[in-house]
T-cell receptor, first 112, second 115 residues
Framework: EAGVVQSPRYKIIEKKQPVAFWCNPISGHNTLYWYRQNLGQGPELLIR????????DSQLPKDRFSAERLKGVDSTLKIQPAELGDSAVYLC??????????FGPGTRLTVL | AQTVTQSQPEMSVQEAETVTLSCTYD???????LFWYKQPPSRQMILVIRQEAYKQQNATENRFSVNFQKAAKSFSLKISDSQLGDAAMYFC????????????FGKGTLLTVNP
């Protein structure tokens, strides 16, 4: 069974530029999560999807962050414009019938 | 809101020895789940072990076991016969038993295994 796939693995951009991250969850997993992990910290939830519906986006900074999961499968997280403080690892996770979350390898974003 | 505290930023252990990582949490809920995740330098979060709050028996997975003290809100991880591949960041995490599937993580403990 393939795991959660994320791309790119690394991204370096200059501040004020846009950036997008892509996630493909495990096949059949209806719930998808985006987390942000700052250096030396645990992951923090940004948004949770149930199929194509965003059911918890309370921690998503909506002025510059957006996400979509149009067909209820893969998802894209976008930042526009990026700021220096957005440098972090962005993790995607998914769950199926159990509540165990399976994580992808993450995208390490560096904003210069 | 739930909080998870890992009071040991770093721990080290000799290969083949035993080490215990500490975790405490704060919640007013009675139905919840607790997890230990391992994150090696590759950044992939890997589930090590899970515990349902309604179960009194401590979970065990091969060399990994937990000491779950519900009244004290403590959830420590014991790694026996430590191996070099156990070196990683270890995160304790809390999940509400309701329909909110938000995982709350601690800040992590960096485990070093010395040969």
């Amino acid at each position: 069974e393939a795991g959660v796939v994320q791309s790119p693995r690394y991204k370096i951009i200059e501040k004020k530029q846009p950036v997008a991250f892509w996630c493909n969850p495990i096949s059949g997993h209806n719930t998808l999560y985006w987390y942000r992990q700052n250096l030396g910290q645990g992951p923090e939830l940004l948004i949770r999807y149930e199929n194509e519906e965003a059911v918890d986006d309370s921690q998503l900074p909506k002025d510059r962050f957006s996400a979509e999961r149009l067909k209820g499968v893969d998802s894209t997280l976008k930042i526009q414009p990026a700021e220096l403080g957005d440098s972090a690892v962005y993790l995607c996770a998914s769950t199926g019938v159990s509540n165990e979350q399976f994580f992808g390898p993450g995208t390490r974003l560096t904003v210069l | 809101a739930q909080t998870v505290t890992q009071s040991q930023p770093e721990m080290s252990v000799q290969e083949a020895e035993t080490v215990t990582l500490s975790c405490t949490y704060d919640t007013s809920e009675s139905d919840y789940y607790l997890f230990w995740y391992k994150q090696p330098p590759s950044r992939q979060m890997i589930l090590v072990i899970r515990q349902e709050a309604y179960k009194q028996q401590n979970a065990t997975e091969n060399r990994f076991s937990v000491n779950f003290q519900k009244a004290a809100k403590s959830f420590s991880l014991k790694i026996s016969d430590s191996q070099l591949g156990d070196a990683a960041m270890y995160f304790c995490a809390y999940l509400s038993g309701g329909s909110n599937y938000k995982l709350t993580f601690g800040k992590g403990t960096l485990l070093t295994v010395n040969p």
